[in-house]
């Protein structure tokens, strides 16, 4: 994934997941101003920490399993030109009666990602493999992909969705105190082909030509995906995200799986400091070293 995807994504996740609702449709005009107001002040957002947390299980290839990730971590791009990104990754699997289990570190600093699996557990030549590999940084040279978010990007985001109509919503409770924070709360839900809509525009105005094949790929992908409607709270204070909850679901001939998905906003336009680690060694390194075994 480059970095371009990275730093589009991050703009698409906030303001299609979490501004974009029409004031088009019956009772949304209600909360149209509540839902505006939260997009404005999105556009101001630089920073945030956030935490991702998901519980699934399905079957694939065959074989029932299940998964559950919780991910901790913050994005900042206060200086666009060196932007700091840092998740930590805690998961479990269980599949065929195989468990994994596992802790993963990621820095993003500016042109280079570094990683570190703190620990594993697990058998197999998978568990070998990246059993020898705990407590050792790797780095990941990102330069030829490199891109940097710009404040036309926002504004972009901003302009395909004002041709959209992504999401429907409607408030279902009002002055809710969560986390000691005082929240709206919404119910949401996606308009699948408002979403095609909107992700084709995205595309065609920040890539220098358009890709039919990543056309077709977003079709594929859409096609496989059931949206339900889920929880939105707005923080009173500011208009800004506190919290989203959904119950996605995927499938297709290989798999099918179903889950629940929580993610959680704070400390919005914070710096934070992040520094790479004292040493590191290259993927292109660690790759060599395995093929001389």
């Known amino acids: 994934m480059?970095?371009?995807?990275?730093?589009?994504?991050?703009?698409?996740?906030?303001?299609?997941?979490?501004?974009?609702?029409?004031i088009r449709y019956g009772e949304e005009l209600l909360n149209a101003r509540a839902i505006e107001r939260m997009m404005d002040?999105?556009?101001?957002?630089?920073?945030?920490?956030?935490?991702?947390?998901?519980?699934?299980?399905?079957?694939?290839?065959?074989?029932?399993?299940?998964?559950?990730?919780?991910?901790?971590?913050?994005?900042?791009?206060?200086?666009?030109?060196?932007?700091?990104?840092?998740?930590?990754?805690?998961?479990?699997?269980?599949?065929?009666g195989e468990i994994f289990s596992g802790n993963l570190e990621l820095r993003m600093i500016k042109d280079v990602v570094y990683a570190v699996l703190h620990y594993f557990e697990g058998k197999g030549?998978?568990?070998?493999?990246?059993?020898?590999?705990?407590?050792?940084?790797?780095?990941?040279?990102?330069?030829?992909?490199?891109?940097?978010?710009?404040?036309?990007?926002?504004?972009?985001?901003?302009?395909a969705f004002a041709k959209t109509a992504v999401f429907k919503a409607r408030k279902i409770f009002e002055n809710e105190i969560i986390d000691g924070?005082?929240?709206?709360?919404?119910?949401?839900?996606?308009?699948?082909?408002?979403?095609r809509k909107f992700i084709k525009e995205i595309h065609g105005a920040t890539s220098e030509r358009v890709d039919e094949?990543?056309?077709?790929?977003?079709d594929e992908a859409l096609s496989q995906i059931v949206f339900p409607e889920g929880e939105l709270w707005i923080r009173n204070e500011d208009n800004l995200p506190h919290?989203?909850?959904?119950?996605?679901?995927f499938a297709n001939n290989d798999a099918e799986l179903k889950g629940t998905l929580e993610i959680s906003f704070s400390n919005y336009n914070r710096i934070f400091i992040l520094e790479p680690p004292m040493t590191s060694t290259s993927f292109a390194d660690i790759v060599g070293m395995f093929f001389e075994e």
């Not at 480059?2 to 029409?22: C, D, M, N």
């Not at 929240?183 to 308009?191: A, E, F, T």
């Not at 094949?213 to 977003?218: A, G, H, N, P, Y």
């Open 2 to 22: 480059t970095k371009k995807i990275i730093a589009i994504g991050i703009s698409v996740f906030f303001v299609s997941l979490l501004g974009g609702i029409s």
């Open 243 to 249: 919290k989203i909850m959904i119950a996605p679901s």
């Open 213 to 218: 094949d990543v056309l077709f790929q977003i």
């Open 41 to 96: 002040a999105l556009t101001n957002i630089r920073s945030f920490e956030y935490q991702f947390e998901l519980d699934s299980s399905g079957v694939a290839l065959e074989q029932d399993g299940v998964l559950y990730w919780v991910i901790r971590g913050f994005f900042d791009y206060n200086d666009l030109l060196n932007p700091r990104n840092n998740a930590i990754i805690n998961f479990k699997a269980e599949q065929g």
């Open 125 to 159: 030549p998978m568990g070998i493999l990246l059993s020898s590999l705990e407590n050792k940084w790797v780095s990941f040279e990102t330069k030829q992909a490199s891109y940097q978010l710009k404040e036309t990007d926002l504004s972009t985001v901003s302009k």
């Open 181 to 195: 924070v005082e929240v709206s709360r919404y119910r949401i839900g996606v308009r699948k082909n408002e979403l």
